[in-house]
């Protein structure tokens, strides 16, 4: 009778003390037919980040966690590295599962998440990709709102990252072949992989299946560096696709124009743009990313 398959899922951390207990949980408490390898990359974090790590490293050694799967193998290093891609990008180098998974260090997998992906992948040897759907969170755990995810369509994919990274997993064979994320990519490199991996290989969605749960705070990257991604999304795009959907400048004046008159905050994107002029869009694209 075949092993069952082992998954490995990374989390990169830094000084999320106060939410990794509740990711670490959600990880090691996946039950199901398979062997669970856990890697935390943590990057020297100052606050109580290592010891609820070692935590929970003595209460797996001590059989004292209820374990749901076939076994748990707690893997964690705390050493400087050069940001998140980087530390994600090791931990899948380390890793010995046949499928990975990715969670932030205050994200974190609702029950049965990892089962519902190893099945699915169990099912259909030809997919190398599989997602599910996702909640954004708040600090305390509440959903704020759904993500919107959408099947895979690699030409809609340009428009947007419809692709929730917590919810997504991937065959270990793909990484091998494509190497990792871009570590010169601070904000899209979830993204820029999705494009990478569509490119070559089959990638599905699991509509309905509520997988993780990414939460959002003022201090989070997503909210606190949105001018960034947008920049960082427009390159990836114009890099894999030629030219770059207006939908994203539009997005990103969007954005700047809720920044400079939050009283638009009740009126739908539509009716900012209209009151753009296009000739000013036009400019914006030429000079900042040199598309006409």
């Given at each position: ?23 670490i ?35 797996l ?35 010995t ?14 029950p ?15 997919v ?16 704020l ?28 064979a793909v ?66 696709y ?13 954005y ?27 400019k ?8 006409r």
């Open positions: 009778m075949p092993e069952p398959m082992k998954i490995t899922v990374v989390t990169p951390s830094f000084n999320q003390g106060r939410f990794i207990e509740e990711t949980k959600s990880v090691i408490s996946q039950e199901g037919d398979f062997f669970l390898e856990y890697i935390i990359m943590d990057a020297v974090s100052t606050d109580e980040t290592v010891e609820v790590i070692k935590k929970y490293e003595r209460l050694e001590k059989n004292k966690f209820p374990v749901k799967c076939k076994g748990v193998k707690l893997i964690w290093k705390s050493e400087k590295d050069k940001g998140q891609t980087h530390a994600v990008n090791k931990g899948f180098t380390l890793a599962g046949e499928i990975l998974g990715w969670v932030n260090s205050d994200d974190t997998y609702q049965g998440a990892i089962s519902k992906a190893f099945e699915y992948f169990k099912k259909n040897k030809d190398m990709m599989v997602y599910g759907e996702g909640y954004y969170i708040d600090k305390a755990g509440k959903a709102g759904k993500f919107d995810s959408k099947p895979f369509d690699f030409a809609l994919l340009a428009e947007r990252c419809y692709i929730f990274q917590p919810a997504a997993f991937i065959r270990t990484f091998k072949k494509l190497g990792g994320l871009d570590e010169s990519l601070h904000m899209c490199m979830d993204y820029e992989y999705w494009i990478r991996i569509g490119k070559e290989y089959r990638v599905e969605y699991l509509p309905g299946e509520h997988l993780a749960n990414s939460r959002v705070y003022a201090e989070t990257k997503t909210l606190s560096r949105t001018p960034e991604a947008y920049e960082e999304g427009i390159k990836v795009v114009r890099k894999y030629g030219k770059v959907p207006d939908a994203w400048f539009y997005g990103l004046a969007h700047s124009a809720l920044r400079s008159f939050p009283r638009l905050s009740g009126i739908k994107p539509v009716l900012i743009l209209l009151t753009m002029s296009g000739y000013v869009l036009k914006a694209k030429t000079m900042l990313f040199g598309q």
